[in-house]
């Protein structure tokens, strides 16, 4: 008997703040109408299939934006986009050829690992499918038979970072990695560097956001002559910002960010970011789409053999209003 | 029990040795299709008839007869495969017997769960004895049946009166522990069965099922073991004492049932056997005999044939006709 | 002979020979208290900005996030069993929380209600799988790890349009939450977050339960032998089906901390983690075979992790080193328990 009270007494407990605050919000949540981007006019072309093939982890933001860039050119130029995407080189290789076998009429591909994807991207040549390259590999997308690469160089991005920090006075930004070992990443902070060399590098568990907090807080703690802290995503620049505030030391460390989020920039109109260096990922995935059908409505081939940089931009407090309603609205 | 009983059972025990010469319990009382010693009533505590258990078209036992009383030990006897653990099973309420009578204080039963079984009296001390090895003696002793105090989510522990009990219980048992706080499993494999058994008593058990307490234990350990079980049968408890060593089960036993093969081969009461007549029937003189025989003619092993030869010789005459 | 059979003093005099200082040296998270201070005297004397109160509360606060999945994981461990989705499991909660307010606009304590019953709902399916297959904890759990990462990524995009959820910070009932679940709290100028306060409560309840409670010795014994336990009336299904809750609730608590903390959550976090809970809890001495351990060597095993994690941050070195020197971190307080405890025992 006293057993069933207590049991009755914590569904009573759960339910009742419940269903008390079952009212709906008064502000925030989704918006009534999410408004469509997809109002264009779709090309005459005949319908072709083209795969994207990303070595994105799941769960990705940016990758995210280059997908939504990707889709939106698909759907203009009445295009069946495949997207697939794998960090692993090996799986990302079997990607493509998977692509190959569907007989996509052309393919997009990130070279984060060139030597693991040059044989297969070889047979798609062999079978006479174009292919174009984004993001990464800039220095190889030839050397595997792509026509152009869509790209921002992160060394380039980083040393804008570090140009523009170095203006503002900064001497010793900490330029947090939040996966360590990882490349582009490196290159980021190695880019900053060149312009900025006192930068020093903190690696964070980019798994755990409890983690890059404290973190954070400690370094920010034990170096008092940082000036400035550079998040390398908007989602790790938001808890570094949270960091700065409640340390008390808005003030005194500059916030500076690559990539973009509508938080972000909505930060960055309130002054808690300096700016941001957003090397445009929409572009990236609209752009190589976009090519690959020029291909095919013309034999046209951008870029005359050279790459074709979708940044870097600099987005600070003059420019981010205009921003905003694009990051919101998830192209940004 | 005042201290000078104790004494006197000790001695007792001592001279129902493992070696098994000449015991001194008082045999007289032991006849067949006695009443209860306690109640008085012509019942017995637990009264088997004609028992069996089949498993699909696989006959595990039949023709099971054998009873339990208060104050007496009941062995029963078998090499591997013999069906003691299906009668174990079928008293203790694991599975059920489909032929046959199976009596708890002269009512008839059928247990459907080791709970049934519980609340009847009878409790199973298993070869794993049910201990958690890292845990303590007194939190063993315990387990499954806590002492609580406070009320709501404030109900906790009364550890303190579980020490004292569990030591108190050893104590009457004669287990002399220096620390209940210790965890059981650094006791010896003797303490051990009898800390099993002095918590099947202490949870109001009215029949205990032993079973092969022994098998696993050196000779010094299995006769500590088979001093508890005297001092369980002078508690009062009827003792279901199962095993495969004739040696352990006469000094201690009152009643012997034999199975081999699923079957009855043989109930008797203490008085109507010896401990070699029993070794006997246990060893199957025939089958020792046969298997000599066999290995002779392999031409091999001659020292294990020799040995078989002079245990058929040794056996030979002492089965009882 | 009839001196071998004398009635036991009231106290044994061999008591007195386990005295205080080896009782002391028997309990499970013996050699994890030895490595957390020998870290800490280190640390101090290495980085002397790690005495200061406010880096020892980002220490303690970087420990909590650990600590209070630790604490569930370690109560798991103790219970003979393993959570491979508990990493993923704090994501899929504060991931409920963040899109049911925001997809249907309600006040988020609605949302935080959801995520309790959706966290607890997890652990009940792990528990019950386990006790219906006789799968091992670790193949169930780990199919519902991949699960649960799956449903993170696909849900949060299917709803929220995104991989990351929408900010949820102007909707009403946050501030209230935040109040609860991510609040800073200076007490005489130091900075303490509302997780490390939660780690402490937590611990307490959980050391009271496993040790002065019925639960808790159930706890042992499922762990311990599972069989024994269910011979002698322990209701070995739901002791483990409560286990698994307890981490459920355990990283709800957490989960409801990343979401107030950060406003937003990402749906790829949370892989990996899993295993810091289970280390954090085998440095502070649970056995991995179940049956031994204690609520406050899994904090003791959450503080070290933090310990080692910031005070590499603080002692200025060079991060490459930080991965191989937290395992040597974590292989010598194991075998400090190790020998701790062998020793102890042989007394």
Known sequence: MKKISWQRLAVVAAIVPMLALSACSSSGGRPADTGGSNGGKVATTPSIKIALITHAAPGDTFWDIVRKGAQEAATKDNVDLLYTSDPDGGRQAQLVQQAIDQKVAGIAVTLAKPDALKAVLKKAEDAGIPVVSLNSGEDVFKSVGAFTHFGSDENVAGAAVGTRLAEEGVTHPLCVIQEQGNVALEARCAGVKTKVPGTEILYVQGTDMTQVASTVTAKLQSTPGADAIIGLGAPFTATIVKAVGALNLAAKVKVASFDLSGELIQSIIDGKVQFTVDQQPWLQGYDSIDALWQYYRGGFMVGGGLPVLTGPAIIDKTNAPAVLKFAKEGIR | ?321 | ?347
């Open chain 2, 1 to 321: 029990m005042t201290a000078n009983d104790m004494n006197s059972n000790e001695t007792a025990k001592h001279a129902a040795g493992p070696t098994g010469t000449g015991p001194t319990i008082d045999q007289e009382t032991l006849l067949q299709n006695e009443t209860d010693p306690l109640t008085h009533t012509p019942v017995h505590l637990m009264e088997l008839e004609g028992v069996g258990k089949h498993y699909g078209n696989i006959i595990a036992l039949t023709e099971v007869t054998m009873a339990v009383d208060m104050g007496r030990v009941t062995c029963v006897l078998g090499d591997n495969g013999a069906g003691k653990s299906t009668l174990i099973k079928i008293i203790a309420g694991l599975h059920q017997h489909d032929e046959g009578t199976f009596k708890i204080m002269g009512q008839e039963r059928k247990l459907t769960s080791p709970r049934e079984a519980l609340d009847s009296g009878i409790a199973a001390v298993y070869q794993d004895l049910a201990v958690v090895g890292l845990m303590p003696i007194w939190r063993n002793f315990f387990l499954g049946s806590e002492i609580t105090t406070g009320r709501g989510p404030f109900r906790r522990l009364d550890v303190k009166a579980m020490k004292e009990i569990t030591k108190n219980e050893l104590a009457d048992m004669g287990i002399d522990l220096r620390d209940v706080e210790q965890p059981i499993g650094q006791l010896s494999g003797g303490e051990r069965q009898c800390v099993a058994i002095a918590r099947a008593v202490h949870f109001g058990a009215k029949a205990l099922i032993l079973d092969e307490p022994t098998a696993a234990l050196g000779v010094k350990q299995s006769g500590v073991v088979l001093r508890y079980i005297l001092q369980a049968r002078d508690r009062g408890l009827g003792v279901i004492f199962i095993t495969h060593n004739p040696h352990h089960a006469f000094p201690v036993g009152d009643r012997f049932l034999l199975l081999k093969r699923g079957k009855s081969i043989g109930y008797y009461d203490k008085k109507d056997i010896t401990l070699d007549e029993l070794t006997a029937q246990m060893a199957g003189g025939a089958e020792l005999a046969e298997l000599a025989h066999e290995l002779e003619a392999l031409g091999s092993h001659g020292d294990l044939a020799q040995e078989l030869e002079a245990e058929v010789a040794e056996t030979a005459g002492q089965l009882p006709h």
């Open chain 3, 1 to 347: 002979m009839t001196t071998l059979l004398k009635p036991p003093p009231a106290l044994d005099e061999r008591v007195g020979k386990r005295g205080m200082v080896s009782n002391l040296l028997g309990r499970p998270e013996i050699g994890a208290l030895v490595g957390a201070i020998v870290l800490f005297i280190f640390f101090s004397i290495v980085a002397p900005v790690f005495l200061q109160a406010n880096s020892f509360a980002t220490v303690l606060y970087g420990s909590s996030t650990i600590g209070i999945m630790a604490v569930g994981v370690a109560l798991l461990m103790i219970g003979g069993e393993f959570d491979l989705s508990a990493g993923v499991a704090v994501i899929s909660s504060a991931l409920t929380a963040s899109l049911f307010s925001w997809y249907f606009s309600v006040n988020v304590w609605v949302g935080v209600g959801l995520a309790l019953v959706v966290s607890l709902a997890i652990g009940f399916v792990n528990g019950w799988i386990l006790m219906k297959t006789k799968l091992p904890s670790f193949i169930v759990t780990l199919a519902t790890f991949l699960m649960l990462t799956g449903l993170n990524l696909a849900l949060t995009r299917l709803i929220g349009g995104s991989v990351a959820t929408p900010s949820i910070a102007t909707m009403d009932g946050f501030a209230s939450a935040q109040a609860v679940f991510a609040n800073d709290f200076t007490i005489a100028g130091v900075d303490l977050k509302s997780p490390v306060f939660i780690w402490i409560i937590l611990v307490a309840i959980t050391s009271w339960l496993l040790l002065r409670t019925r639960v808790g010795n159930w706890i042992f014994a499922v762990g311990g032998d599972e069989n024994a336990a269910r011979a002698v009336g322990v209701p070995v299904k739901w002791t483990k089906i409560g286990l698994f809750m307890g981490v459920g609730f355990c990283g709800w608590v957490l989960g409801m901390h990343n979401l107030f903390a950060f406003d937003a959550v990402q749906s790829g976090e949370g892989i990996g983690n899993e295993f810091l809970y289970i280390i954090a809890a085998v440095i502070g001495g649970c056995l991995l075979t179940g049956g031994y351990g204690s609520a406050i060597g899994g904090a003791i095993g959450a503080f070290i992790f933090g310990m080692a994690n910031k005070g590499i941050v603080y002692a200025q070195w060079n991060p490459d080193w930080f991965k191989f020197f937290l395992g040597l971190m974590l292989l010598l307080a194991t075998i400090v328990n190790l020998i701790v405890k062998r020793r102890a025992d042989s007394k």
